[in-house]
């Protein structure tokens, strides 16, 4: 009624609009407005055009890679993805999450040129990006860049395509990442009930269904990435797109040199594995005792999206749950009040079934009544024809969803690889169209009655389960428990794996890359100043910090905040804290800290096989340096001998630790030692600083009496 009045208001005073003319004036009538429409089913709109197929321009160069490219001048910018037939689904089942890995690690690795952090500051320096990922059934690498930029751009996209280097600590890192994925797995009750519906339908025994754990983590290696790397990542298993502000034939000659190195070679990948039409009907229910609601996922296998009876099955997904004027919506929810949320869908993949499903929310009381009614809603949707408008009203919001699919040339251009990628015809897009423009209301119910299975539905329910699985009993179907037990993590190294002597020789390899261990030796104090910049996500802040040690033992940090300098001092008796709110001894908590880190403090920990109390060890590719219950990781690397990242764990107020990584970078020489100018300091996986040194002196003449005086 608003928007009704309005339009009545402008058309009153556009009424008394008048011209005036020369010498005179005249009155001219209004052009007539039409009524406004007094609801939404009384908006018309003209029928979908036909989506326009931009020209691109198609070769294979000389080492079997196809490319597609597609000029846009619309704004200066080049942008590409390389597409890889590989996926997570070629996976061995005793290393799942090998595939994941890989894909991050593809870039994050850096290149043998350059290391992943080196890649970052270059790109982020130009506005540029070079990203790669690995999903269910395709690998990724893309790049996005200025056109003044494309060839150094397209460069490090190269690099990362065909010379990727998968360096140990950013394994590490991928790996810690994962892990915290699974620790944290069971936090979100919505996430429970997708995870479990989808495995159950699919089968926890197939690789649409296997589940990633800590016992499938911890074996990989970075031998197992680079045979992975090198049986799908070869030219003729590649599909290339590459879009925006060039000249098609600039473009093609540049891909041509650019690649023209890149002979790799590998037998035909193997079709994906199929999906096993297998029924798991009942009730699956998961206990979650913190939430007030229960999460509801039901639903069986759908389909592919090359189905003949596809737009159909669409069209009836949609009015059964696929917005607020859906049955589902209309009925369970705004007339019974069951539910907080309802939807349903036709899943349809391009080469394997997708998934049929009803989900939702609702009271834990009201369960059991929810599911009824929900299956009453599938029972009728199979029982007689839909009607006029709720046809009509589906299949225009299928066919206007096209509108923003392919509202871009890229976009466009992206649909034509994935038809390329599974094989679909190039035409499937105007198939799909005019499917939809021509369902009628015996289709969807023909579709309803074949395709929908009642006695097939797998239900999943998570929530509080003692004030609801009594009353599932009412609805005749077995019910089932669901474990949500995490399995223990595994030690990551076998017991009696270290090995001392090897130990003591990588580290005194390092020792020479450094300068040798007699100059390391030398040093009797030492003075850094650094600039620590937080991450964003851990406030941004930007502080600066002095180091000064002298050997053995005696240290003193100093800290500048914004409130004033945090000094904290330590020596073999004891040690002190002063800030602007006072002063105090250090207690043995307080010293722990401080003395763990003068097992990772670069000098100290690079002579650890001379001093008393430490010992040095070789174990899954690191060395490990003990000092009493302390223990850091320190990896190397291996072309240069040079000290690549330290691993330690940093206690956490209110208890437990957090895993620290700090890898290091841009390394200059002082008094004849190497030493970095820069880390990355990582906490549970995630950034959280970025380190510069600003200065750093050796054999100052520090004197222990002056560092031990308090502010």
Do not use: C
């Not at 029928?47 to 160069?61: H, R, S």
């Not at 000659?253 to 590998?266: D, H, P, R, V, Y």
């Amino acid at each position: 009624m608003r928007d009704r009045s309005l339009a009545l208001a402008v058309r009153w005073l556009t009424a008394g609009v008048f011209v005036f003319v020369a010498w005179g004036q005249t009155t001219v009538a209004p052009a007539p407005i039409p009524e406004a429409p007094s609801t939404y089913k009384e908006l018309r709109f003209p029928p979908l055009k036909e989506i326009p197929v931009p020209k691109v321009a198609t070769y294979t160069l000389p080492n079997g890679m196809k490319v597609y490219l597609l000029e846009d001048h619309e704004l200066p910018i080049i942008r590409g993805a390389a597409r890889i037939r590989t996926g997570n689904l070629f996976e061995p089942a005793d290393k799942i999450g090998l595939a994941g890995i890989m894909g991050t690690v593809l870039r994050s690795g850096g290149t043998k040129e350059k290391t992943g952090d080196q890649l970052d500051e270059e790109l982020e320096n130009i506005a540029a990006s070079v990203e790669s990922d690995i999903g269910e059934d395709a690998g990724t690498v893309t790049f996005s860049t200025l056109k003044e930029n494309a060839p150094e751009v397209m460069g490090v996209f190269k690099d990362v395509l065909t010379q990727p280097e998968f360096r140990q600590e950013k394994i590490d890192l991928a790996k810690t990442e994962i892990r915290s994925g699974i620790a944290r797995r069971n936090d979100d009750a919505h996430g429970i009930a997708e995870r479990e519906f989808s495995d159950i339908v699919y089968g926890k025994d197939t690789p649409y269904g296997w589940r990633t754990e800590y016992a499938t983590i911890d074996p990989i290696t970075r031998d197992d990435l680079v045979g992975f790397y090198q049986r799908y990542y070869f030219p003729a298993n590649v599909l290339l797109a590459v879009w925006g502000d060039f000249s098609t034939e600039d473009m093609e000659a540049q891909l041509t040199k650019l690649f023209a190195g890149w002979n790799a070679q590998q037998l035909k990948v193997p079709p994906f594995p199929p999906v096993m039409e297998k029924a798991h009907a009942g009730i699956y229910v998961a206990d979650k005792a913190d939430v007030t609601q229960t999460f509801i996922e039901e639903g069986h296998l759908g389909g592919e999206l090359k189905d003949k009876d596809y737009p159909a099955l669409e069209v009836m997904g949609d009015i059964l749950g696929g917005g607020f004027q859906s049955r589902l919506m209309q009925r369970v929810r705004a007339q019974l009040g069951l539910v907080y949320d309802i939807s349903a869908s036709w899943g349809a993949h391009y080469d394997h079934p997708g998934l049929f499903r009803v989900d939702g929310s609702t009271k834990s009381v009201s369960t059991a009544e929810t599911l009824k009614a929900i299956q009453e809603q599938i029972a009728r949707i199979r029982a007689s024809e839909v009607t006029a408008d709720e046809l009509e009203t589906a299949r225009q919001s299928a066919l206007n969803s096209l509108v923003f699919a392919f509202d871009t040339r890229a976009k466009t251009l992206g649909r034509m690889l994935t038809y390329e990628y599974f094989g679909y015809p190039q035409d499937s897009l105007e198939r799909y169209q005019k499917g939809l423009e021509q369902v009628t209301r015996t289709d969807v119910l023909r579709v309803a009655k074949e395709h929908v299975r009642p006695q097939d539905l797998t239900i999943v329910a998570v929530g509080k389960t003692d004030e609801f699985v009594k009353s599932l009993a009412t609805l005749g179907l077995p019910v089932s428990t669901i474990d949500l037990t995490i399995p223990e993590a595994k030690s990551e190294r076998k017991q009696g794996a270290a090995d001392p002597e090897k130990g003591k020789e990588v580290l005194a390899r390092v020792q020479q890359a450094v300068g040798g261990a007699d100059t390391l030796a030398a040093v009797k104090d030492m003075v850094e100043v650094v600039e620590y910049r937080t991450a964003p996500s851990a406030g941004g802040a930007l502080i600066k910090r002095t180091d000064r040690w002298i050997a053995p033992s005696t240290f003193r940090e100093e800290t500048q905040l914004p409130f004033g300098v945090i000094s904290i001092y330590a020596d073999d008796q004891g040690g002190w804290t002063a800030s602007p709110q006072g002063s105090g001894p250090l207690g043995p908590e307080q010293l722990k800290p401080v003395r763990d880190k003068l097992v990772r403090l670069y000098v100290p920990m690079l002579l650890s096989d001379r001093l008393a109390g430490r010992s040095v060890s070789w174990s899954d590719g690191a060395l490990e340096i003990s000092a009493g219950d302390n223990t850091v990781r320190l990896y190397v690397d291996e072309k240069t001998g040079l000290p690549a990242k330290v691993e330690y764990k940093s206690p956490q107020m209110g208890g437990g630790a957090s895993s620290v990584a700090e890898t290091f970078d841009s390394f200059e020489e002082v008094s004849g030692i190497k030493a970095p100018k820069h880390m990355t300091v990582s906490q549970d996986g995630h950034k959280f600083a970025e380190v510069t040194v600003e200065s750093l002196q050796f054999n100052s003449g520090l004197k222990a009496e002056e560092l031990s005086k308090k502010p």
